[in-house]
């Protein structure tokens, strides 16, 4: 079973909603990402926290806000989404930067109708 | 942003043969390539890791290549089973925090 826990699995959302998924793990990583998966795609690195600090944006649109309020939990705040932002989201932790090897969860399936 | 290709993008091989997934890359700067599997409905699950430093590693039925001149590395698959379909992703970090993925390989077993 993974070490990364994420909620919900699934999402289905208007574009006026405001939502949020949320990312657990506690194997004691320093680092956190939120990845975007798209069907028959690989997952494209959206943001990485380190320390609980944020690293790397990937110029992604405002839309999506990260938070990390402690070493252990990852969020990602939704608000009016687009549905192309339909996808698989996919959090990961390591134990440092992205050096070593990532651990996924299972994803959170958003639907933006 | 450095570009990692893949291929296959699928393959079908009967169970109990070998399976083998080829990445190249332009860059140089990488020092660290995983290959993920990702089973259907699930996130994406390291399976075998090579550094830089190393030619080849093996575990049990997985194996991995690497040719730093050549700039390509290999994942094998021997004694394919029923469990061994899925989608299967190398990757490398170039230099920087980030790991590129390729493009990936849906991999089925045909019992």
């Known amino acids: 079973d993974t070490e990364v826990t994420q909620t919900p699995k699934h999402l289905v959302m208007g574009m006026t909603n405001k939502k949020s998924l949320k990312c657990e793990q506690h194997?004691?990583?320093?680092?956190m990402y939120w990845y975007k998966q798209k069907a028959k795609k690989p997952p494209e690195l959206m943001f990485v926290?380190?320390?609980?600090?944020?690293?790397i944006n990937e110029s992604v649109p405002s839309r999506f806000s990260p938070e990390c309020p402690n070493s252990s939990l990852l969020n990602l705040h939704l608000h009016a989404l687009q549905p192309e932002d339909s996808a698989l989201y996919l959090c990961?932790?390591?134990?440092?930067?992205?050096?070593?090897?990532?651990?996924f969860g299972e994803g959170s399936r958003l639907t933006v109708l | 942003g450095e570009n990692v290709e893949q291929h296959p993008s699928t393959l079908s091989v009967q169970e109990g043969d070998s399976a083998v997934i080829k990445c190249t890359y332009s860059?140089?700067?990488?020092?660290?390539f995983p290959w993920y599997k990702q089973e259907l409905g699930k996130g994406p699950q390291l399976i075998i890791d090579?550094?830089?430093?190393?030619g080849e590693k093996k575990d049990q039925r997985i194996a991995v290549t690497l040719n730093k001149t050549a700039k390509h590395f290999s994942l094998h698959i021997t004694e394919t089973q029923p469990e061994d379909s899925a989608v299967y992703f190398c990757?490398?970090?170039?230099?920087?925090?980030?790991?590129?993925f390729g493009t990936g390989t849906r991999l089925t077993i045909i019992p």
């Open positions: 990961a932790s390591s134990q440092a930067s992205q050096t070593g090897e990532l651990f």
């Open positions: 194997m004691g990583h320093r680092a």
């Open positions: 926290y380190s320390y609980e600090k944020l690293s």
């Open positions: 860059d140089s700067a990488s020092n660290y």
């Open positions: 090579i550094r830089s430093n190393v």
């Open positions: 990757a490398g970090n170039f230099g920087n925090e980030k790991l590129t």
